[in-house]
């Protein structure tokens, strides 16, 4: 075994650092209009959301009753202070707003994580080991999709709480199966390729097969499930504080905001307008860049 030269760390460094910026340069000049939108309006999302305590204007739990269900500015009994309203309890709907898309998105994320991390891993036994692992596997993802979920979602309430953790964990175990199924398939598939059948001739391990060989070639619809999958769990976390399943008032996520204001909706609208354009707008960007990522890496694509 031939010894490599010890670089200098600071070169090194340096020189990761110029990779990396060169990196992303040539990945926005090489993007499309619609990318570059999308990456720009999901850059604002999650700055909105990381610094949304110095960025509200008000405490987002702060009553004040003799300033309820005022409109947002430029409409009629509006309050300079308030810029997109109040609710029914006189809380800012901008500071709650904020908040809200604070932690929708941080439940949104961690949830799509631990269904990808769960289901792919899964699926890359079931494909790998065959036999009754597959078969065991494949029987939980059949049941799994035969049970309906906001059933599963209000056994889970019921028994451990309305907790953040308990609705991380539920959020997680949503979709796991849909990743399970591709990876599997995908899996499966190309285990039988010429480059697999030479690793695997050569005394590769699986665990090197599947990292080195396997992996890298399902990126691309994993990124696409990914996204997908992300886009549905900020819709089912709303659906779920929507039907009171959620965060314990006053904690508030932008499906809750829309369910405490659906009562308000023929004399104060912007109660639901703002968590439902934050809604909306996530769900965009977060589509936008899964087919935009999957267009661009996508190597069957690219051939084409």
Same mark, same amino acid.
């Given at each position: 075994?031939?010894?490599? $030269? @010890? *670089? ?28 570059? /939108?999308?990456? !720009? ?6 700055? %909105?959301? %990381? ?11 702060? *009553?004040?009753?003799?300033? &309820? %269900? ?13 810029? +997109? =309203? ?7 709907? /901008? ?7 604070? %932690? ?5 994320? +961690?949830?799509?994580?631990? =269904? ?23 029987? #939980?993802?059949?049941? *799994?999709?035969? #049970? ?17 953790? @308990? ?19 995908? @899996? ?5 390729? $010429?480059? @697999?059948?030479?690793? &695997? ?19 691309? $619809?994993? !990124? ?30 932008? =499906?809750?905001?829309? =369910? ?16 439902? #354009? ?13 087919? *935009? +990522? ?11």
């Amino acid at each position: 075994m031939v010894d490599m $030269p @010890v *670089q200098n760390p600071s070169l090194t460094g340096s020189s990761g650092r110029t990779a990396v910026f060169g990196g992303l340069a040539r990945f926005w000049i090489d993007s499309n209009w619609l990318l570059r /939108l999308a990456c !720009v309006m999901g850059l604002a999302l999650i700055l %909105l959301a %990381l610094f949304a305590p110095a960025i509200a204007p008000q405490d987002p739990n702060t *009553q004040s009753l003799l300033s &309820r %269900l005022r409109p947002p500015l430029g409409f009629e009994r509006a309050l300079p202070q308030y810029m +997109l =309203g109040t609710d029914e309890l006189g809380r800012d709907m /901008l500071s709650r707003g904020l908040h809200a898309l604070r %932690l929708t998105l941080g439940i949104a994320c +961690l949830g799509a994580i631990i =269904g990808l991390v769960l289901g792919g891993t899964l699926g890359l036994l079931a494909g790998l080991a065959g036999g009754l692992v597959d078969e065991f596997i494949m029987g #939980v993802v059949d049941v *799994q999709i035969s #049970v309906p979920f906001t059933l599963v979602a209000l056994l889970a309430v019921a028994l451990f709480g309305g907790t953040l953790t @308990v609705l991380i964990a539920v959020l997680g175990i949503a979709y796991w199966e849909h990743y399970a199924r591709i990876v599997r398939a995908e @899996v499966m598939r190309l285990r039988e390729m $010429p480059f @697999v059948e030479a690793a &695997r001739a050569s005394g590769a391990s699986l665990w090197r097969i599947a990292t080195r060989h396997l992996l890298p070639n399902i990126v691309s $619809p994993l !990124v696409v499930m990914f996204t997908v999958n992300l886009s549905n769990i900020v819709l089912l976390e709303s659906t779920l504080s929507f039907l009171g399943l959620g965060m314990r008032p006053p904690t508030a996520t932008l =499906g809750s905001m829309v =369910g405490t204001g659906r009562d308000y909706m023929p004399s104060a609208p912007w109660i639901v307008a703002v968590p439902a #354009v934050l809604i909306l707008l996530v769900t965009l960007v977060v589509q936008l860049l899964g087919d *935009q +990522l999957r267009d661009r890496f996508d190597v069957r694509l690219r051939e084409r």
